[in-house]
């Protein structure tokens, strides 16, 4: 365990779906993240959480709604997805956005939408 | 924004060769340039990082080096072992008030026994 859990691990939803994937973080970190990885594709910044407030959205189609209750916890909402949806959600957290150390990656959910 | 280019995709090694993964970045404001590892069905996982203040940074079988000049970096793997395949990924960082890491598009490492 890298101290940041993702949950479930593999998700199967249809277009017209409502599910939220979670991501839980006990490291006192204050950024969270949202990346998105598909295959031969760069990781994806999607969202980013500094300190409960979101700091930046990468253009994400609204179909991804994320939530940040506290420091600890981040949440992706996701309806009315697209096949092309599918891909690996993978949940970081850092010690602050601004900060030169590394990101702590959860093990991520595997979304495959049919 | 920031760039960064990693080469080769795919890497196979024989088991106690050398292995090299070379990245280079476009922002000359980049000071923080952490490499990652992932396993199947696992997140990306730190495994070494540089700052711009130093040209090398070595941890047991895994070293990276980094040329500000020529704004690129690399990760050298020696005696691998089946267990260092995996896909490795670079990536650069401003130090900033607000800035994010902008990840290559990954590495392939395949070593066989």
């Known amino acids: 365990e890298t101290g940041v859990t993702q949950t479930p691990r593999h998700l199967v939803m249809g277009m017209t779906n409502k599910k939220s994937l979670k991501c839980e973080q006990h490291l006192g970190h204050n950024a969270m993240y949202w990346y998105k990885q598909s295959a031969k594709k760069p990781l994806e910044l999607m969202f980013v959480?500094?300190?409960?407030?979101?700091?930046e959205n990468n253009s994400v189609p609204s179909r991804f709604s994320p939530e940040c209750p506290n420091s600890s916890h981040l949440f992706l909402h996701l309806h009315t997805l697209q096949p092309e949806d599918s891909a690996l959600y993978l949940c970081?957290?850092?010690?602050?956005?601004?900060?030169?150390?590394?990101?702590?990656f959860g093990s991520g959910t595997r979304l495959t939408v049919v | 924004g920031e760039n960064v280019e990693q080469h080769p995709s795919t890497l196979s090694v024989q088991e106690g060769d050398s292995a090299v993964i070379k990245c280079t970045y476009s922002?000359?404001?980049?000071?923080?340039f952490p490499w990652y590892k992932q396993e199947l069905g696992k997140g990306p996982q730190l495994i070494i990082d540089?700052?711009?203040?130093?040209g090398e940074k070595k941890d047991q079988r895994i070293a990276v080096t980094l040329n500000k000049t020529a704004k690129h970096f690399s990760l050298h793997i020696t005696e691998t072992q089946p267990e260092d395949s995996a896909v490795y990924f670079c990536?650069?960082?401003?130090?900033?008030?607000?800035?994010?890491?902008?990840f290559g598009k990954g590495t392939m490492l395949l070593v066989s026994p």
């Open positions: 540089i700052r711009s203040n130093v």
């Open positions: 922002d000359s404001a980049s000071n923080y």
């Open positions: 990536a650069a960082k401003l130090y900033s008030g607000y800035s994010t890491l902008t």
């Open positions: 970081a957290s850092s010690q602050d956005v601004g900060a030169n150390y590394g990101y702590t």
């Open positions: 959480y500094s300190l409960e407030e979101r700091v």
